[in-house]
Nanobody, 115 residues
Framework: QVQLVESGGGLVQAGGSLRLSCAAS????????RGWYRQAPGKQRELVAT???????NYADSVKGRFTISRDNAKNTVYLQMNSLKPEDTAVYYC?????????WGKGTLVTVSA
């Protein structure tokens, strides 16, 4: 069992930055691939960025060049550095850790970007 706790959300003006954190607790955490998803009001949840257990990263086209996903294995934490934020980035951001068919989600953290 893996428990995920996100933090770092909040209100920021367009052009600003935020860093989200997702701290995990549990066993054999190093085997998990990790990612961030987001869900805006009235929209489906969408992929933002992923980082595999081997360190490979992938980004949605909408955030490439602005967001960076990283991890600290010693702290069992994955981060999402978000720069040049836009109002359309407003959403609840969810942390996801997965391994084969095993999937864990955090409860989400709200990011609001004002124009």
């Amino acid at each position: 069992q893996v428990q995920l706790v996100e933090s770092g959300g909040g209100l920021v003006q367009a052009g600003g930055s935020l860093r989200l954190s997702c701290a995990a607790s549990g066993s054999t955490l190093s085997i998990y691939d990790r990612g961030w998803y987001r869900q805006a009001p009235g929209k489906q949840r969408e992929l933002v960025a992923t980082i595999t257990s081997g360190g490979s990263t992938n980004y949605a086209d909408s955030v490439k060049g602005r967001f960076t996903i990283s991890r600290d294995n010693a702290k069992n934490t994955v981060y999402l550095q978000m720069n040049s934020l836009k109002p359309e980035d407003t959403a609840v951001y969810y942390c996801n850790w997965w391994y084969k068919t095993i999937n864990y989600w955090g409860k989400g953290t709200l990011v609001t970007v004002s124009a």
